[in-house]
Protein backbone atom coordinates (compact mmCIF):
# COMPACT_ATOMS: atom_id res chain seq x y z
CA UNK A 1 0.00 0.00 0.00
CA UNK A 2 1.46 3.54 -0.92
CA UNK A 3 1.24 5.96 1.19
CA UNK A 4 2.08 8.97 -1.94
CA UNK A 5 0.81 12.39 -0.96
CA UNK A 6 -1.43 14.15 -3.59
CA UNK A 7 -2.16 17.50 -4.15
CA UNK A 8 -4.15 18.65 -6.95
CA UNK A 9 -2.17 20.88 -9.37
CA UNK A 10 0.76 19.13 -9.28
CA UNK A 11 2.06 16.66 -11.61
CA UNK A 12 3.55 14.47 -9.45
CA UNK A 13 2.86 12.81 -5.62
CA UNK A 14 5.80 12.77 -2.54
CA UNK A 15 6.63 9.44 -0.98
CA UNK A 16 7.52 10.27 2.45
CA UNK A 17 9.82 6.95 3.25
CA UNK A 18 11.75 8.55 0.63
CA UNK A 19 13.08 10.75 3.20
CA UNK A 20 15.29 7.85 4.61
CA UNK A 21 17.43 8.01 2.14
CA UNK A 22 17.75 11.77 1.42
CA UNK A 23 20.56 13.78 2.76
CA UNK A 24 18.20 16.63 3.71
CA UNK A 25 18.05 17.92 0.16
CA UNK A 26 15.34 20.24 0.67
CA UNK A 27 16.96 22.06 3.96
CA UNK A 28 21.16 22.13 1.86
CA UNK A 29 21.48 24.07 -0.93
CA UNK A 30 21.15 27.87 -2.53
CA UNK A 31 20.44 30.51 -0.19
CA UNK A 32 17.16 31.45 0.25
CA UNK A 33 14.28 32.66 2.64
CA UNK A 34 12.66 30.66 5.16
CA UNK A 35 9.66 32.34 6.44
CA UNK A 36 8.13 32.14 9.58
CA UNK A 37 4.90 33.39 11.15
CA UNK A 38 4.19 34.84 14.56
CA UNK A 39 2.39 31.74 15.25
CA UNK A 40 5.45 29.59 14.48
CA UNK A 41 7.83 31.83 16.38
CA UNK A 42 6.02 31.01 19.39
CA UNK A 43 5.89 27.44 19.10
CA UNK A 44 9.61 27.31 17.87
CA UNK A 45 10.31 29.68 21.21
CA UNK A 46 8.54 27.13 23.48
CA UNK A 47 10.32 24.09 21.94
CA UNK A 48 13.55 25.80 22.52
CA UNK A 49 12.35 27.16 25.82
CA UNK A 50 13.70 30.53 25.40
CA UNK A 51 11.71 33.89 24.42
CA UNK A 52 10.47 34.38 21.48
CA UNK A 53 12.76 38.04 21.10
CA UNK A 54 15.69 35.58 22.09
CA UNK A 55 14.44 33.52 19.22
CA UNK A 56 14.40 36.33 16.68
CA UNK A 57 18.09 37.90 17.90
CA UNK A 58 19.68 34.48 18.02
CA UNK A 59 17.94 32.46 14.82
CA UNK A 60 16.13 34.89 12.72
CA UNK A 61 17.05 37.29 10.27
CA UNK A 62 14.46 40.09 9.82
CA UNK A 63 13.54 40.86 6.22
CA UNK A 64 10.93 44.00 5.84
CA UNK A 65 8.04 43.04 7.56
CA UNK A 66 8.57 39.29 7.90
CA UNK A 67 10.61 37.08 9.54
CA UNK A 68 13.15 34.26 8.10
CA UNK A 69 15.13 31.61 9.63
CA UNK A 70 18.96 32.31 9.41
CA UNK A 71 21.35 30.28 7.43
CA UNK A 72 24.88 28.52 7.97
CA UNK A 73 27.09 28.71 4.80
CA UNK A 74 28.44 25.23 4.29
CA UNK A 75 30.47 25.66 1.23
CA UNK A 76 30.45 28.07 -1.76
CA UNK A 77 26.76 28.90 -3.15
CA UNK A 78 25.78 26.07 -0.41
CA UNK A 79 23.76 26.79 2.70
CA UNK A 80 21.50 24.81 5.28
CA UNK A 81 19.00 26.06 7.71
CA UNK A 82 20.75 27.05 11.31
CA UNK A 83 18.07 23.97 12.55
CA UNK A 84 19.29 20.93 10.43
CA UNK A 85 21.39 19.04 12.40
CA UNK A 86 24.37 18.45 9.48
CA UNK A 87 25.77 15.30 12.41
CA UNK A 88 22.44 13.43 12.01
CA UNK A 89 21.39 14.60 8.67
CA UNK A 90 17.74 15.88 9.47
CA UNK A 91 15.74 18.88 10.84
CA UNK A 92 16.31 19.35 14.54
CA UNK A 93 13.01 21.35 15.16
CA UNK A 94 10.83 18.64 12.84
CA UNK A 95 7.53 18.67 15.21
CA UNK A 96 7.73 22.96 14.62
CA UNK A 97 8.96 23.55 11.51
CA UNK A 98 7.25 26.22 9.93
CA UNK A 99 4.53 25.94 7.41
CA UNK A 100 7.19 26.81 4.44
CA UNK A 101 8.71 23.33 5.56
CA UNK A 102 5.43 21.61 6.14
CA UNK A 103 4.19 21.90 2.36
CA UNK A 104 7.43 21.25 0.59
CA UNK A 105 7.43 20.12 -2.83
CA UNK A 106 3.88 21.40 -2.85
CA UNK A 107 5.00 25.01 -3.77
CA UNK A 108 3.85 27.02 -6.71
CA UNK A 109 7.28 27.54 -7.78
CA UNK A 110 7.84 23.63 -8.28
CA UNK A 111 4.13 23.50 -10.89
CA UNK A 112 6.61 25.45 -13.38
CA UNK A 113 9.92 24.02 -12.42
CA UNK A 114 9.03 20.62 -11.96
CA UNK A 115 12.38 19.47 -13.67
CA UNK A 116 14.05 20.70 -10.08
CA UNK A 117 11.96 19.25 -7.71
CA UNK A 118 12.69 16.05 -9.39
CA UNK A 119 16.91 16.67 -9.15
CA UNK A 120 16.47 17.82 -5.30
CA UNK A 121 13.90 15.55 -3.89
CA UNK A 122 14.50 11.56 -4.25
CA UNK A 123 11.08 11.44 -2.75
CA UNK A 124 9.45 12.57 -5.84
CA UNK A 125 7.02 10.44 -7.88
CA UNK A 126 5.62 11.08 -11.07
CA UNK A 127 1.93 10.47 -11.71
Given amino acids: MSNLV ?31 NSQEIEALALHKKISSEDLKKRYLNKIAYKYSIKEIQLASNNYACCFFDLDKRQCSIYEVRPNQCRTFPFWDYFKENEEEVYKECPAIKSL
Fill in 6 to 36: KKDGFNFAFEPSGCDSCKGNCCIGESGYIWI
